[in-house]
């Protein structure tokens, strides 16, 4: 599997906009860009995925670089509760449908 | 409410002792997975499923059983735990959003604290 690298952790002020990157410099054609994140105590749920262009839904943005080596995560106005581990994943959609999960970005808001 | 169910969410047990961790979703999703979380080597799977009567061992499937007799229920065996199986376990499903497509968004529940001592 691809592998991408994020920061370790990262700090927001609560009501302003996060940008969480993530580098995959050995994507493939194939690969999904796959967002999740781990709120405390809880499984992971999905965020947002992309292939080549930029996408929005309620959570949040993916911005997807030209050459699709790297992206960004958009949190347009960050709340207490967006205060997660967010992972960024690379998946082929076929097969076995498995998630590799790294070790992510603790994100944390201050109020 | 679509959701995955876990239970139980918190056990302690002993060596050897065989157990089993029950996984349910009312979403009627085809596909359904293990893994366990542990601390510097995030989640890795165990077993999956595309669907009844079909699993396949994932990443760290050893010490571990699995069945897929209904569509809704994919339960973890334990048949003789040991301490390295203490861990987190996260059950997931998912289904393609139209026939023939790929898996998009999976559900994960709300995982199980295993303690084997």
């Known amino acids: 599997d691809a592998k991408t690298t994020q920061p370790n952790s990262m700090e927001s002020n609560e009501e302003e906009p996060v940008h969480l990157p993530c580098n995959h410099s050995?994507?493939?054609?194939?690969?999904?860009i796959h967002w999740y994140r781990q709120l405390p105590s809880q499984g992971p749920e999905y965020v947002i995925h992309g292939l080549t262009s930029n996408v929005n839904n309620r959570m949040a943005s993916l911005a997807i670089a030209e050459d699709r080596k790297s992206s960004t995560l958009i949190l347009h106005r960050a709340t207490l509760r967006d205060a997660a581990v967010y992972y960024c994943?690379?998946?082929?959609?076929?097969?076995?449908?498995?998630?590799?999960f790294g070790t992510g970005t603790r994100l944390t808001i201050i109020p | 409410e679509a959701q995955v169910t876990q239970n139980p969410r918190y056990l302690i047990t002993v060596t050897g002792k065989k157990l089993t961790v029950t996984c349910s979703q009312n979403m009627n999703h085809e596909y359904m997975s293990w893994y366990r979380q542990d601390p510097g080597l995030g989640l890795r799977q165990i077993y999956y499923s595309m669907n009844v009567e079909v699993t396949d061992k994932g990443d760290v499937p050893e010490g571990y059983k699995v069945s897929r007799k209904e569509k809704r229920n994919f339960p973890l065996i334990l048949e003789s735990p040991s301490p390295n199986q203490t861990s987190l376990y996260f059950c997931?499903?998912?289904?393609?959003?139209?026939?023939?497509?790929?898996?998009?968004?999976?559900?994960f529940g709300p995982g199980t604290r295993l303690t084997v001592l």
């Open positions: 994943i690379l998946k082929r959609n076929f097969g076995n449908e498995k998630l590799t």
């Open positions: 997931a499903s998912s289904s393609p959003q139209e026939a023939g497509g790929p898996l998009i968004r999976q559900f």
């Open positions: 050995t994507i493939s054609g194939t690969d999904y």
